[in-house]
């Protein structure tokens, strides 16, 4: 009898032990496929038999599973060296690309903006300024002046082939002067040597675009359009007020009305130029203009000095206190209605 009790007990622990790998198999299969062991029968239980004498049941350890696919995690990276080893560059990489047999050509730069347009200069441009002598004082003769009375001349007008009118105002008081024509201005003072220039300046539509300065104390002339200078010597005269100091040598110094006599004055144009202008008193005209006749005007011309210089020519009557009543400025070999050509005849000395 206690040789079938064992025989039973032994034949209990079998069965225990073919549960408990039934049971592991089960759960692997169930971890790797869930749904396929939905359908599988339900493990096989095992009745103990009450006459069975109880004995312990050795507790499985746990099977730990396996899946297939991980993708809900992420893969593990290995650690981080402190400092990173030199990559290694395959000697292919190394060679340089050989250059293009065409380059494109560069972008073009961008072009300046377009200067304004000649017709809008209410005068010509500045002569080619003749090199001004170490001492001006020696080389340009000193005049005594006897200045014209304040005036307000309408001129008629020619200026790049367009025809106008044009007004010239003389203002001078006891120890300054204003001269207005063609846009341009002067203003200044009156020394020895007659008009004595401060400022002259070109305005376009109202507002001053360009200046000449005369600063007398540094003994220098300078310009608004240039970073050059020039010397400021005695009598030295703006693009404007040399019409009225020519008019006041000549009322003073008779010798110089005589054909054939030279008057040398010292101008400064607009554009960084300065240099001597010499007149000389060609002879005596008759001239009918729109203001009527003027007799024994005399003519004095200022000739070119280069391809781009001016040539001069006024006419100054002396009934007028040897006033300019006719103007001509243009460059040798160019059409008279080329822009920058002007010429004015007087039209009203009363307007």
Known sequence: MLAGALWVAVAGLHAVALWSAAE????????????????RAP??????????VAVPVPVPLPVPTRTMAQTSIAPHSPAQPRHPPEAHVPAAALQTDPAPAFLPPPAPSPSPAP?????????????????????????VPRYPTQLPPPLHWRFQMRRGGRDGTADLRWSPTADSYRIDLLGWTSTGAFDIDGIAPERHTESRRGREWRAVNFQREQGRITFSGSQGDAPL?????????????LA???????GLREPGSEVSLVVAGIRGS??????TNLRAEDLDLPAGRVAAALHLRRESEGPYDLQVDVWLDPARHFG?????????????????QVELWLASDAP
């Open 324 to 340: 300019p009543v006719r103007l001509l400025m243009q460059r040798p070999g160019v059409a008279t209605d080329a822009p920058g």
């Open 274 to 279: 300065a240099g001597v202008w010499r007149f």
């Open 248 to 254: 006041g040598v000549l009322a003073a110094n008779s």
């Open 115 to 139: 200067s304004p347009p000649a017709a809008a200069d209410p005068m010509p441009a500045d002569a080619v300024p003749a090199r001004l002598p170490s001492t001006t004082a020696e080389a």
């Open 43 to 52: 493990a096989m239980q095992v009745v103990a038999n009450p006459l069975l």
């Open 233 to 245: 010597g005695p009598g030295a005269q703006d693009r404007v007020s040399w019409m009225l100091q």
């Open 24 to 39: 592991a198999t089960h759960r692997v299969a169930s971890a790797e496929h869930p749904i396929a062991t939905r359908s």
